[in-house]
């Protein structure tokens, strides 16, 4: 094996394994606050269904790239192709799309009661489900047809006239099939992307009017900086900035392996690699800005305390 070919196996390993125990450590950080007793959000729903989608795309891409990196084991049937590609495709556009739905439901909660968006406020929890629902059912119908050209890489038909996937190969299509087919792959990131962009724009004009609202009734010892707005404003700012720019690499290089008859190499890992990382990426950014796992871990070192100074008491 190549020392090109090991490190790019490494990275898919890496991406694999951190993306899971991420994903694994912010499902266990739900199930604590649901028996603990804590105040459940309308938005658990949505990081619930993003974990199943995060996991999918890293079990579904992550393990068999790795696979075939390092020679361990091949996919033979064209079932077993068909499947996994469908499972990886629905799982990032669910993923998208659950990123994109979280930040149109918080620029609607955090919207002022005197804004257009105050008749939502009250109907939004309601539709959280039916929204989720209509994702999932959107995303399988949209790529149903992406894994019918999807073949295993070793089987027993004509390999000449085929596009290499790594683990699994497809045929070739005309050059107006393949723009059509290119189009609809990109249409619902470039929506999702659309959205989220502008909820975060909005969510961060919102922010700024009400700090400079309520600027006069604060304490004029206290730093502008460290103002609660401006920290909502950071967070809001680092999240969309990291989902944006690895959703819009992923796109652009998912497109070019659409286009392209023949894919290299490097085109077909650096896609891969970039369409892990946000799986692998987003529960790490979601815990770190969550306030609940910080509530979470100061509760616990105070029980952990506790008995100890009650002894030395």
């Given at each position: 094996?190549?020392?090109?070919?090991?490190?790019?196996?490494?990275?898919?390993?890496?991406?694999?394994?951190?993306?899971?125990?991420?994903?694994?450590?912010?499902?266990?950080?739900?199930?604590?606050?649901?028996?603990?007793?804590?105040?459940?959000?309308?938005?658990?729903?949505?990081?619930?269904?993003?974990?199943?989608?995060?996991?999918?795309?890293?079990?579904?891409?992550?393990?068999?790239q790795t696979m075939a990196v390092f020679g361990w084991k091949h996919i033979h049937s064209?079932?077993?192709?068909?499947?996994?590609?469908?499972?990886?495709?629905?799982?990032?556009?669910?993923?998208?799309?659950?990123?994109?739905?979280?930040?149109?439901?918080?620029?609607?909660?955090?919207?002022?009661?005197?804004?257009?968006?105050?008749?939502?406020?009250?109907?939004?929890?309601?539709?959280?489900?039916?929204?989720?629902?209509?994702?999932?059912?959107?995303?399988?119908?949209?790529?149903?047809?992406?894994?019918?050209?999807?073949?295993?890489?070793?089987?027993?038909?004509?390999?000449?006239?085929?596009?290499?996937?790594?683990?699994?190969?497809?045929?070739?299509?005309?050059?107006?099939?393949?723009?059509?087919?290119?189009?609809?792959?990109?249409?619902?990131?470039?929506?999702?992307?659309?959205?989220?962009?502008?909820?975060?724009?909005?969510?961060?004009?919102?922010?700024?009017?009400?700090?400079?609202?309520?600027?006069?009734?604060?304490?004029?010892?206290?730093?502008?900086?460290?103002?609660?707005?401006?920290?909502?404003?950071?967070?809001?700012?680092?999240?969309?900035?990291?989902?944006?720019?690895?959703?819009?690499?992923?796109?652009?290089?998912?497109?070019?392996?659409?286009?392209?008859?023949?894919?290299?190499?490097?085109?077909?890992?650096?896609?891969?690699?970039?369409?892990?990382?946000?799986?692998?990426?987003?529960?790490?950014?979601?815990?770190?800005?969550?306030?609940?796992?910080?509530?979470?871990?100061?509760?616990?070192?105070?029980?952990?305390?506790?008995?100890?100074?009650?002894?030395?008491?």
């Amino acid at each position: 094996m190549a020392s090109i070919d090991l490190t790019i196996g490494v990275i898919f390993l890496m991406q694999t394994v951190v993306g899971v125990l991420g994903n694994f450590s912010l499902l266990c950080h739900h199930i604590i606050l649901h028996f603990t007793g804590s105040r459940l959000r309308s938005t658990d729903l949505i990081l619930k269904h993003l974990i199943v989608a995060n996991s999918l795309v890293l079990l579904c891409k992550g393990v068999p790239q790795t696979m075939a990196v390092f020679g361990w084991k091949h996919i033979h049937s064209d079932f077993g192709c068909k499947l996994l590609f469908f499972l990886h495709r629905v799982g990032r556009g669910v993923s998208i799309g659950s990123i994109c739905l979280l930040s149109v439901f918080q620029v609607i909660m955090i919207s002022p009661w005197n804004s257009r968006c105050a008749v939502l406020k009250v109907k939004a929890p309601k539709y959280i489900v039916p929204s989720i629902f209509l994702c999932w059912i959107l995303q399988m119908l949209v790529n149903f047809i992406f894994p019918l050209h999807i073949n295993g890489k070793w089987n027993d038909k004509n390999n000449t006239n085929k596009k290499d996937f790594g683990y699994c190969s497809s045929t070739h299509h005309d050059k107006i099939q393949q723009s059509l087919s290119a189009a609809l792959l990109t249409l619902p990131d470039v929506l999702c992307l659309g959205l989220m962009l502008w909820a975060s724009s909005f969510m961060v004009f919102i922010l700024y009017r009400h700090k400079h609202r309520v600027q006069h009734i604060r304490r004029t010892d206290t730093p502008t900086k460290f103002s609660p707005e401006s920290r909502a404003t950071k967070t809001i700012l680092l999240l969309v900035s990291t989902f944006v720019y690895f959703y819009t690499l992923s796109s652009i290089f998912q497109l070019m392996m659409a286009l392209f008859d023949y894919p290299s190499w490097f085109l077909v890992n650096i896609t891969v690699i970039l369409a892990l990382c946000v799986p692998t990426v987003s529960p790490f950014l979601l815990m770190s800005c969550d306030c609940n796992v910080h509530r979470l871990y100061f509760a616990w070192i105070r029980n952990t305390k506790s008995p100890t100074i009650m002894r030395n008491v």
